[in-house]
């Protein structure tokens, strides 16, 4: 009986350990239209769109995205980690208390469209 019971301990221990480790970052795909502007979230340098932005942050985690290309008006926008709900995360709470704090991701995309600079 107590075999048991360390085995099924044991199982829910792996099992959040394993919700932990996938539930900490958060992925979304920045793209823009027209695409090849350059993406800076919290004002670091991510490349040309489309770029895949990464982190783990807790949730509520502000960004701010700013978009810049020759002819276009440069564009400043936010995301924050609230948008969509991480169920590996939610599930490993339950387990493991801090695994709350990535409850929640980004979309898995943000597509910001471009305005023609005005001279």
Do not use: Q
């Not at 019971?5 to 823009?32: E, P």
């Amino acid at each position: 009986m107590i075999k048991n019971y360390r085995n099924s301990a044991l199982f829910l221990l792996g099992f959040a350990l394993i919700a932990f480790m996938s539930s900490c970052a958060s992925t979304t795909l920045i793209t823009t239209d027209p695409p090849g502007a350059e993406v800076y979230v919290n004002d670091e340098y991510l490349g040309r769109s489309p770029v895949v932005y990464e982190d783990e942050r807790i949730v509520f985690s502000d960004n701010v995205v700013r978009i810049k290309k020759e002819g276009y008006e440069e564009l400043t926008d936010y995301f924050s980690r609230d948008e969509v709900p991480n169920v590996g995360a939610i599930v490993g709470g339950f387990f493991v208390w801090p695994i709350w704090l990535w409850a929640l991701e980004y979309k898995p995309e943000h597509h910001y469209k471009l305005e023609p600079a005005t001279n």
